[in-house]
């Protein structure tokens, strides 16, 4: 079978050096297909440079934006498709950018809804347009895969696509979190940021989204020996409307045991995690909600929502809260410090949870939605 693979968010992030939770799952996904001799004929609108992905040369086809609205306004196939463009018997847009084809099958990943559900969570003035192109490019495809049941319920009701159309193919958590680093990285790694061998950490983008406010007000409401023996770290770059966020980390620099340290590399980020006494991470919404399978991977307590996605992805392996309740989440918190038991069920549990989760798994999933659309076409 011969797929045409959307990579155009894989190709920037690699040109940046920084690939997102899009462009990580067109990753890892391709590189599990192509082991299981899945032909991919990768696609790339626009001018991100990519000549090659998984030893296959890629197409560039010219902007998606331009000739989707094109598509929509006219009813054409889309029209930056290349002349003589490799015959594909299935077009997988893996990064939301889903073109016209009328003759070929169009299967779509997306991820969430959370941009239709919560428009006041996504930082762009021309969202509204942005967002009704979304909902139309959507109705191209002729089957969705989404990575959660949640998910797929919030896609039905925002996309108005049937549940009938939508599959769930859950995440996989790459291999290297379950690999222990050397005590001498970690260590190296914690020196170089002033950290001590117990903290709660949590990880990803500044945004309203990841309730990180109400982390600190959490950590903040800990008897003050706690807070000094277990300070917070935080990890992630800026992301936006996060000011308020910033300035109460910069006002408590110095007089409050807590650490914003901005973007990390990878071996950072899991040297991190296999130091931290616990993962805190109460998001207000997540479609899937990886860094709490990564944690549980590296053996690592998780402190996660009770809400959307979260209880779906973490079961019995966590410790779920209301993520609106900050004395909720102060008392998670409070007991994982007082209660060594309770810390070593979890990391059991977490690690039992997370081998559930594989990128071969992903994959063999979504060839079978491959094989399932190829038969009905």
Not at 76 to 97: E, Q, S, Y
Not at 242 to 255: H, V
Not at 304 to 321: F, G, Q, R
Request: glycine share 6%; proline share 5%; aromatic share 8%.
């Amino acid at each position: 079978m011969r797929v045409g693979f959307g990579a155009s968010v894989l190709a920037r992030g690699l040109q940046l050096g920084q690939l997102d939770g899009i462009a990580y799952y067109t990753q890892e996904l391709s590189r599990e297909l192509v082991q299981m001799r899945c032909e991919l004929n990768p696609v790339i609108f626009g001018k991100a440079k990519l000549e090659t992905l998984q030893g296959f040369t890629t197409e560039h086809w010219s902007r998606f934006s331009t000739n989707a609205l094109i598509s929509a306004l006219t009813g054409v196939d889309h029209p930056g498709r290349i002349r003589g463009a490799n015959k594909i018997d299935l077009f997988h847009a893996t990064d939301h950018l889903i073109p016209r084809l009328r003759a070929t099958p169009v299967l779509a990943t997306l991820m969430d809804a959370i941009p239709l559900a919560h428009p006041e969570w996504v930082h762009s003035r021309l969202r509204p347009i942005q967002n009704i192109l979304w909902k139309k490019t959507a109705s191209w495809a002729q089957h969705i895969v989404t990575i959660s049941e949640y998910s797929k319920l919030q896609i039905s009701e925002h996309f108005n696509i049937p549940p009938r159309n939508i599959s769930v193919v859950p995440l996989g958590v790459d291999k290297r979190y379950f690999e222990a680093l050397s005590s001498q990285y970690v260590v190296q790694v914690l020196k170089t940021y002033g950290l001590p061998t117990s903290f709660f950490l949590f990880i990803g983008t500044l945004q309203p989204r990841k309730n990180i406010l109400r982390i600190i007000q959490s950590h903040q409401s800990l008897p003050i020996y706690m807070r000094k023996a277990f300070p917070l770290v935080i990890v992630g770059r800026n992301g936006w409307d996060s000011q308020e966020l910033i300035t109460m980390m910069q006002d408590a620099a110095g007089r409050e045991p807590i650490h914003w340290i901005g973007a990390v590399s990878d071996l950072e980020k899991r040297a991190l995690l296999q130091s931290a006494t616990a993962l805190v991470f109460p998001s207000l919404s997540e479609g899937f909600g990886l860094p709490v399978l990564e944690a549980f991977a590296s053996q690592t307590p998780v402190i996660t929502s009770n809400t959307t996605s979260l209880p779906e992805v973490a079961a019995d392996a966590a410790l779920l809260v209301n993520p609106m309740d900050v004395a909720e989440i102060a008392n998670a918190m409070q007991t994982l410090i007082q209660n060594e038991n309770l810390i070593l069920q979890l990391k059991t549990l977490g690690l039992s949870r997370a081998q559930q989760f594989t990128w071969r798994a992903c994959a063999q999933a979504t060839l079978a939605v491959y094989e399932s659309m190829a038969n009905f076409a």
